[in-house]
C-alpha cells in the first residue's frame, strides 16, 4: 500500500500562491504517476496536473500557466499555485498509481478569499 500525505493548503487571497506538497510512503514503484485533483462540496473530483517519474505533465486547461507540478523524487511531488481566483477554492487531493493500484490522499484545503 501507498500513503499520501498533502500539505501547503490554506487561506489566501486572490492572486496569491501557495505551494502544496504531497509525500508518499510504503511500496513505491519507481515507474508511477503522481498527481494532483480537487473537488468542491457536490461536485466531481477534478483533475488539476499529472506528473509521471521521466517528468512528463499533464494539466487541466483551466490551470494552465497558473499552476506548475513537479517532483523531486519518486516519492514527493509539488503543485505550485499562482495567480490564485476565488473559483480555485477547492480540496486539493494527490493520487499516486501505478500498474494495477492507486492511492488518495486525505486532501488539503485551499480557499481564496476575492
Known amino acids: 500500500q501507498v500513503q499520501l500525505v498533502e500539505s501547503g493548503g490554506g487561506l489566501v487571497q486572490a492572486g496569491g500562491s501557495l505551494r502544496l506538497s504531497c509525500a508518499a510512503s510504503?511500496?513505491?514503484?519507481?515507474?508511477?504517476?503522481m498527481g494532483w485533483y480537487r473537488q468542491a462540496p457536490g461536485q466531481q473530483r477534478e483533475l488539476v496536473a499529472t506528473?509521471?517519474?521521466?517528468?512528463?505533465t499533464n494539466y487541466a486547461d483551466s490551470v494552465k500557466g497558473r499552476f506548475t507540478i513537479s517532483r523531486d523524487n519518486a516519492k514527493t511531488v509539488y503543485l505550485q499555485v499562482n495567480s490564485l481566483k476565488p473559483e480555485d477554492t477547492d480540496v486539493y487531493y494527490c493520487?499516486?498509481?501505478?500498474?494495477?493500484?492507486?492511492?488518495w490522499g486525505k486532501g488539503t484545503q485551499v480557499t481564496v478569499s476575492s
Open positions: 510504503g511500496i513505491i514503484f519507481s515507474f508511477n504517476v
Open positions: 493520487r499516486y498509481s501505478d500498474t494495477g493500484y492507486s492511492s
Open positions: 506528473i509521471t517519474t521521466g517528468g512528463s
